[in-house]
């Protein structure tokens, strides 16, 4: 449940995008009444995404804050990456920002754990896991570095699929690609965690 509630703005994107797309007038007056004249009908199912996606993120946060009277940091990263980059979209009605954000939003992750490792000293990705699971230190280190490296690669794609194809296949690619892709990545991790975990029980 928390990992869709963690997906709920890109799926709420998803869902807009998908549906302004089935009525192209209908969706081409609203961006207008949102955001202005100047809008062609093209670019009208990314900006109303666009809209849904900000407005599920600071939703998203709402909830947590009623639930918890504390924010996550990362959401409020989240949040500010989202508006910067998708004001942008609505700004200049230019698709290219709210296609960067993922990869921003990956590389800003990537930068964090590498960072922590190298200048702080602590391992980001220990800290949230140690406390389910022990490990030699070497393999904490080899998990922080392939997390980082994982989430360079996925900004890399992200890009590739934003400027090769189309925007439907990109629209598409964010939430399920990037998805798919991070369940294989968590279940091949769990393969290596599982063998080292068996020899120390050993």
Known sequence: MKFLFDLLPVILFFAAYKFAGADPDASLALASRLLGDGIVATQAPILI???????????????????????DRMLWVS????????????????????????????WLFSGVLVFS????????????????????????????????????????LNLYVAYNFSEEAWVNFKLFGGMGLMLAFVLGQGFYLSKHMQEDAS
């Not at 490990?135 to 922080?144: G, H, I, K």
């Open 49 to 71: 995404a666009t809209v849904v996606a900000i407005v599920a993120t600071f939703l998203q946060i709402l909830i947590v804050w009623l639930k918890h009277r504390k924010v």
């Open 79 to 106: 949040l500010a990456i989202i508006v910067v980059f998708g004001g942008a979209t609505l700004f200049f009605h230019n698709p290219t920002f709210i296609k960067w954000k993922p990869t921003a939003l990956y």
């Open 117 to 156: 490792a190298l200048l702080l000293k602590r391992n980001l990705i220990r800290n949230m896991l140690e406390a389910q699971i022990q490990l030699p230190e070497l393999v904490w280190s080899r998990l922080n570095l392939a997390w980082a490296l994982f989430f360079v690669c996925m900004g890399v």
